[in-house]
């Protein structure tokens, strides 16, 4: 089975690779540490090329393009933490073709096309744990807190997860409605800003049920795998360049024995999280039974790559790794968001076990 992408997708890769190589990237980032984390301009080139609708269907003014087109994008906008909310948009259009009504994805799709809504998905309180929800929703109205939220500020649609009658489920927020505060959050991450979101009772509509807050958790883990192993990547990269650039004790460092190792382990560790983020596009493009089982092991393995390239790359660098100068703080930065941002590693590599065990038990 060839679970490489189309030559399609691969031609999307390349443009969106040119536009975020000049466009974007650490020195761009820093431009934005003070603002609240969009490129205005770049946005608006993002959705002039039809990024924002590659997955939205024709019907509703989109290019209907299939799920691959979202995980390169995603990918590439991760390697050059492009300052735009293009990840945040992605997952969140991911729950309304999935489980949105005929009636929802009319109402919400064409402006997510257009660019006029940008929606983002609020499922964090604090904690680590998608399985839990601290806000409620009763007789069609929301109450409670989510932060932190990416890309809060420049949004009007939310898609929140909340306790209802029949358990944690998805329910879309319309952020320029009533009984809805949005304020900024610190976190670590300088590029990508976050916000909290307060809901005193605002109109609320069900998204799905239970068991569709779930697949959709799966298919934005997916999305999340790809935007990791782009911000891996560049992580490598920069390492990579270092090593043989920087020169000590009359040599290029990148001829010791030690940073090559390294430099091999990073390698190493991004094709294994690659070949699992292959497997899992494939079944969310096919929605395939095992989705759940790719999208988990895409998950933990993608956070592994991160985790280990990020900090590696900063080790390389030194000293200098270390200081504010440096551009390694974003991949740092970046990774210490991504590993929160849709549920702690051990939540994932949990729902890993538990798939493998229901596989086991219907193979048996």
Known sequence: MDFDFSDDAKTLREQARKLFDERAGPAVARKHIDGDGIDRDLWRTVVELGWTAA???????????????????????????AAVPLGSVLAATEALI?????E????????????????VPAWAEGGLSPAKAGASVSGGRISGTKAPVPDLAAAQLAIVSASGPDGVGLYLVDLTGPDVAVEPVETLDLVRRHGGLTLTGAPAEPLGGPSGYHDWLDRAA??????????????????VAYAKERVAFGQKIG??????????DMFIKLELARAHALHAA?????????????????????????????????????????????????YYRRNRALAAALGSRTFWADRLVRSLEQRNAVAA
Not at 104 to 119: E, K, N
């Open 55 to 81: 997955r939205v269907p024709e019907a509703h003014g989109g290019i209907g393009l299939s799920a691959e087109a979202s995980c390169v994008l995603a990918e590439e906008a991760g390697r050059a933490l």
């Open 98 to 102: 999935a489980l949105g009504s005929p």
């Open 104 to 119: 929802q994805q009319a109402r919400w799709l064409p402006g997510i096309a257009d660019g006029s809504v940008v929606a």
């Open 222 to 239: 997916v999305l999340g795998a790809f935007e990791a192993l782009g911000t891996a990547t560049a992580a490598m990269d920069m390492a």
């Open 255 to 264: 001829r010791y024995q030690g940073v090559k190792h390294k430099c091999a």
């Open 282 to 330: 494939w079944a969310m493009g096919a929605d395939a039974a095992e989705l759940r089982q790719a999208a988990s092991a895409a998950r933990v393995a993608s956070l592994d790559a991160l985790a280990f390239c990020a900090e590696e790359n900063v080790q390389i660098h030194g000293g200098i790794g270390y200081t504010w100068d440096s551009d390694c703080q974003f």
